[in-house]
């Protein structure tokens, strides 16, 4: 799935554009990236570092005294393949609920002797013929089997079977079932997603299968090595389009109970697992690529953003991905179509049904005058990852969920390798630094993180898959195999990868298979290697975390330890690898070139990196290893100086590195925060976009937890002295903010500027902003407003303006015709400082009329995010648990709710608050218990980080901001 399952899905908590004053703007520098450039990431990582993390929901899988009551499939039968005929109304019946009916035949083989059979339905209701719910045909000469019962067992959703004879080994069988269940708007399974066209509503049918939706579909073997033909027909209305995994022909007109109708019937559809499937039933319109050639590329959307033509960078950016992957993995799309479309409710950012990949629509639409860069690039990021499933994930398949980080992991890595074949100017190979590898990082440091691969015993109940949709899973899966890759070099890693779609295509798979693979590509290549792909990749995904690499450039010493960003904190697992790793250390100091040290053990030495007085030393190279780097500090103070001096000397990333690492390793008192603050002096000459994306967004911790005192001057102050020129830069190569610059990252960078120049009170910034926002409100068919700004804009415009100006915004929003533009209103609309306005915008949240449920969490987290809208989100959440628990978002959706709202809690009083909560709610947090406990884990480590630093970080703004006077 595209990231954003619950989650990670949808909760951009995109427009975190907080308000209040200074304050605000600087929290939302950072967090206006994760809205401008990674809706549908997990959660607001930068802002709070709490990310919804794993545990398991029920640590004991007790051994199920009958089959029925465990979850796993026996594996006695395997199907060949499925007939199934869907019939979704797109019309409430007389009780007012939407129902689909179907039939499902599926013939399977019996691999061992049973006199029971178990397959997946949940929430069907099933007809009976006589006393069973099925019938059972014998096939090729086996005798029909005797039925002596079946129930439908809901607690694990098994259609159970009992017969009075078993099934023979070897024989081939027919199981039908006759059925109807609800489309709701739940957004699982098959279900329904409605919107407004000209006035009217229109009702989409479609469906969300992974991880374990398909049983709410059509009763079927549900997991994922459980692969066969599928060979689907949909009955619909004449006005309506169907669409599946594979091509059909044309419908046929036919009555059924005197209405006239059409039947698709679909082409069967390659061997595939039944999580990725799909129907939509829709009057969509589509576009599709000019000449077709082997393979048929179309985009399908509502009509109206088909005829505003929001389709088409999809379609151009699908033609090159493809391409880019066909030659990545030297194998070519394995299917004869690629249909992709945007449905206005969607719980996940996107997902990659074999064939029909189904989006959100900011995922998947673009319009030039409303999106922004950051809106481009989400979408080219999420047709990448999709893409890259069709192969990693679609072709080959893991056998089990535990292994999902694989999938995930490599999606999201190659979607950068994709979009910068795609976009070759947008340097997005850099960009998975801040997106991907900071956020894994953050959350990784904590000592609840998990490890990215899971034992197979312990992921068994449809939430635990369900919660390893989280950022480790994604964004470090990412970052590992990056690393790997970057290792044993790009041209063999995906030489190893050729060979492993090509060995296991239609079947399953576990990591070792990989491992296999490239050990092959790497053994075929001579890469030396300190040992096996296995033994080193190993310590990685089997061992939560990643270590701090300490290097002292005065004696050559280089040592390893686990990194916890929290010193007090404690493991409590143990590791089988002692929470050591097999490092690639790249390095180089002043006037060398790149250097590998691997380092294998706790310790070792290398003389090499002894360094003179005034050099310098640096290691992580472009931040290809997932880990931190620590020195001396002789070699801090140096590569401080060498920044001040002349800061291009260390790469782009590097400068981001050293100011991500030393905030972090402050945190972690490895070096003073002093130290760390100190890194980020010589931003008043920097003008790209990394290094400030770093620095505000470790910066926005420091705000976060000053902004309600006193401490909070000299660092406006500071934050006004660093940003000014940068302002001054923009205002200037922009002809006084006229135009917008040419690169992708320098567009970024200008939005930082005004953020950060608007957020410390330079001259001239808000009155510039307040001006745009005017000129809009007094012409609202034609707004100027360039769009990379509009949520700082709004957001600034609102925050200091009243009633009138929410109001505008909000009409506004709801005549959004453009999903990413309504989101930036969204965020924006949080902004407001009056109590009232954020009482009422936090109550819309019940009304799913006014905001979409899958919203809910990014409005109440925007709101969050402002410094006044925090202890009222508080609140709201505290006296609506119940309900928006309901909302049934998941782990993700309650984590970003939870995260979102307690990222300011620093203080004892609100422990206690949280503590409460915790017990008031016991019976009813499910999902988010991670979440609470890692906002308590949070809030202390906060109290203690405010107690210790709270002098020494208000003398060095004070002594920075009045030394330069
Ligand atoms: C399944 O349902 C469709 C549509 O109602 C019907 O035409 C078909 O005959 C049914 N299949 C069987 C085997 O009953
Ligand atoms: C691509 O795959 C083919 C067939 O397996 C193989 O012969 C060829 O060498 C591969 N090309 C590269 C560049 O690896
Ligand atoms: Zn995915």
Known sequence: MGKGYFLSKPLALAGIVAAVGAAATIIA????????????????????????????????????????????????????????????????????????????????????????????????????????????TGLNGAPNPSIKTTWLEPPTTFLVIQLNSPLKAGGTYELFTDFDGELSNDMGGFYRSEYEENGVKKVVATTQMQPTDARKAFPCFDEPVMKAVFHITLIHPPNTVALSNSLSSDPESIKVEGQDLLKTSFDPTEIMS???????????????????????????????????????????????????????????????????????????????????????????????????????????KVISHELAHMWFGNLVTMKWWNDLWLNEGFATYVSYLGVDYAEPTWTMKDLIIPNEILNAMAVDAMASSHPLSAREEDIMRPEQISQLFDSI????????????????????????LHTYLDEFKHSNTVYHDLWKHLQMAVDEAGVKLPDTIEVIMNRWILQMGFPVVTINTQTGQISQKHFLTDPESVVETPS?????????????????????????????????????????????????????????????????????????????????????????????????????????????????????????????????????????????????????????????????????????????????????????????????????????MAEPDNNKINPNFRSTVYCRAIASGGEEEWDFAWNMMQKASIASEAMKLMGALGCTKHPWLISRYLHYTLNPEKIRKQDAPIVIANVASNAVGQPLAWDFIRSNWEKLYEYGGGAFFLASLLGGVTSRFSSEFEYKQLMQFKDDNAAKLGAATMSVMQAMEVTKANINWVAENKEQVYEWFLKETTSSR
């Open 274 to 380: 039944p999580y990725l499937l799909a129907f939509v039933v829709c009057e969509f319109a589509f576009i599709k690529a000019p000449k077709d050639e082997d393979v048929l590329v179309r985009i399908w959307a509502r009509k109206k953003a088909i005829e505003e033509g929001q389709g088409n960078y999809a379609l151009e950016k699908t033609g090159s991905v493809l391409a880019f992957l066909e030659n990545y993995y030297n194998s070519s799309y394995p299917l004869k179509k690629s249909d992709q479309i945007a449905l206005p409710d969607f719980s996940a950012g996107a997902m990659e049904n074999w064939g029909l990949i189904t989006y959100k629509e900011t995922s998947l639409l673009y319009n030039p005058k409303m999106s922004s860069n950051g809106d481009k690039e989400e979408v080219a």
């Open 473 to 496: 899973t994604y964004s470090k899966g990412a970052a590992v195999l990056r690393m790997l890759s970057d290792f044993i070099t790009e041209k063999v890693f995906s030489k190893g």
């Open 576 to 776: 089988e690898f002692n929470y050591e790793w097999i490092v690639p250390v790249t390095w180089m100091k002043t006037g060398g070139d790149e250097q590998m040290h691997w380092l294998v053990d706790k310790e070792g030495t290398n003389t090499d990196m002894k360094i003179g007085s005034n050099e310098w030393l640096l290691a992580n190279i472009n931040m290809k290893g997932f880990f931190r780097v620590n020195y001396d500090s002789q070699n801090w103070e140096n590569l401080i100086a060498k920044l001040d001096s002349d800061h291009k000397d260390i790469p782009v990333i590097n400068r981001a590195q050293i100011i991500d690492d030393a905030f972090n390793l402050a945190r972690a008192k490895y070096i003073s925060i002093t130290m760390a603050l100190s890194t980020t002096k010589f931003l008043d000459k920097e003008v790209e976009h990394l290094p400030w994306q770093a620095a505000t967004s470790n910066l926005n911790y420091i705000m976060l937890m000053f902004d309600r005192s006193e401490q909070y001057g000299p660092i406006k102050a500071y934050l006004r002295k660093q940003g000014t020129p940068l302002f001054q830069h923009f205002t200037r190569i922009t002809d006084n903010w006229k135009k917008i610059p040419e690169r992708h990252t320098d567009q970024y960078n200008q939005v930082t500027a005004i953020s950060l120049a608007c957020g410390s009170g330079v001259k001239g910034c808000d009155e510039l902003v307040t001006g745009w926002f005017r000129e809009w």
């Open 29 to 136: 520098l950072s967090v206006v990236y994760s809205k401008e450039k990674a809706k549908n990431k997990h959660l607001p990582v930068v802002a709070t570092e709490r990310i919804d993390s794993f545990v398991p929901v029920y640590t004991t899988p007790s051994t199920p005294k009958e089959p029925w009551q465990g979850h796993r499939l026996p594996g006695n039968v395997k199907p060949i393949n499925y007939h199934v005929t869907l019939w979704p109304r797109l019309e409430p019946n007389s009780d007012g609920l939407y129902i689909f009916t179907g039939n499902c035949t599926v013939i399977f083989k019996c691999i061992t002797a049973t006199d029971l059979i178990l397959i997946h339905s949940n929430k069907l209701n099933l007809k009976k013929f006589g006393d069973h719910h099925v019938k059972l």
